[in-house]
């Protein structure tokens, strides 16, 4: 493919056997054309390919937040300091780990790989992990399925999708969605275009809707393309 980002066609026309040039159209004279568009593959620091990570059709991954889930710093709103990742499963600060090929409160296994994020064991308990600052660019998106693990049937959660802007004080939201266990998975994708042109950090983070039991909060396939 051409080096440069952009969109570019090539006309063709087609030889016979015998040596005859000819196209398309009724006179068989029209050029055959073929466009492709190039745009670049923006790799954020440490990224990790492993596990498996589905195809997505028309897509171009950027980030993969769940393959990279230890480059992020992750947080409790009560601890001084940060959770270790992987986290202890056993731990009342809360923890986050990685889940290949999830299986959520619909009994379906979902591809790929997914966070299990499960706040404080405390009422309204939360976990928060920021992620490396990157720059945005048009186009960008923020996809994720969110769901409860199978058989926590306990589970009552709000999901955030906040940034921090590079020279901005504080933390802004982008989105959030309640999510318990009778719920339907929820795929979710966020158009990030409003930030092009601004470096930000990712903050993606779990809070507990009253008490932590069996908070098993997943994000699957967590990522930015374009």
Same mark, same amino acid.
């Given at each position: 493919?051409?080096?440069?980002?952009?969109?570019?066609?090539?006309?063709?026309?087609?030889? =016979?056997?015998?040596?005859?040039?000819?196209?398309?159209?009724?006179?068989?004279?029209?050029?055959?054309?073929?466009? #492709?568009?190039?745009?670049?593959?923006?790799? @954020?620091?440490?990224? /990790?390919?492993?596990? *498996?990570?589905?195809?997505?059709?028309?897509?171009?991954?950027?980030?993969?937040?769940?393959? !990279?889930?230890? =480059?992020?710093?992750?947080? !409790?709103?009560?601890? #001084?300091?940060?959770?270790?990742?992987?986290?202890?499963?056993? =731990?009342?600060?809360? $923890?986050?780990?990685?889940?290949?090929?999830?299986?959520?409160? /619909?009994?379906?296994? $979902?591809?790929?790989?997914?966070?299990?994020?499960?706040?404080?064991?405390?009422?309204?308990?939360?976990?928060?992990?920021?992620?490396?600052?990157?720059?945005?660019?048009?186009?960008?998106?923020?996809?994720?399925?969110?769901?409860?693990?199978?058989?926590?049937?306990?589970? !009552?959660?709000?999901?955030? +999708?906040?940034?921090?802007?590079?020279?901005?004080?504080? @933390?802004?939201? @982008?989105?959030?969605? /309640? #999510?318990?266990? &009778?719920?339907?998975?929820?795929?979710?994708?966020? /158009?990030?275009?409003? @930030?092009?042109?601004?470096?930000? &950090?990712?903050? +993606?983070?779990?809070?507990? !809707?009253?008490?932590?039991?069996?908070?098993?909060?997943?994000? *699957?396939?967590?990522?930015?393309?374009?």
């Amino acid at each position: 493919s051409p080096a440069e980002n952009g969109e570019y066609t090539t006309l063709f026309l087609l030889r =016979s056997d015998t040596g005859l040039l000819f196209g398309t159209g009724s006179k068989f004279d029209a050029a055959i054309f073929v466009q #492709i568009k190039v745009s670049k593959l923006m790799i @954020l620091p440490t990224l /990790d390919l492993g596990g *498996v990570l589905p195809i997505f059709p028309l897509e171009t991954l950027v980030y993969n937040f769940a393959s !990279n889930y230890c =480059s992020g710093s992750w947080k !409790n709103a009560s601890a #001084i300091g940060s959770l270790p990742c992987p986290g202890d499963t056993s =731990s009342s600060l809360g $923890y986050v780990v990685r889940n290949d090929n999830p299986k959520l409160s /619909d009994g379906q296994t $979902y591809d790929g790989v997914a966070l299990v994020t499960h706040p404080e064991w405390i009422d309204g308990g939360s976990i928060a992990g920021i992620f490396p600052q990157f720059t945005v660019e048009n186009g960008m998106r923020f996809k994720a399925t969110l769901g409860c693990r199978q058989n926590g049937d306990a589970c !009552n959660v709000c999901y955030f +999708l906040r940034y921090y802007e590079d020279g901005v004080a504080g @933390l802004k939201q @982008l989105n959030q969605w /309640d #999510i318990k266990y &009778s719920d339907t998975p929820l795929a979710v994708n966020v /158009d990030l275009s409003a @930030l092009a042109g601004k470096k930000i &950090s990712i903050v +993606l983070q779990v809070v507990t !809707n009253g008490s932590p039991d069996q908070d098993w909060a997943q994000w *699957v396939n967590p990522r930015i393309v374009k």
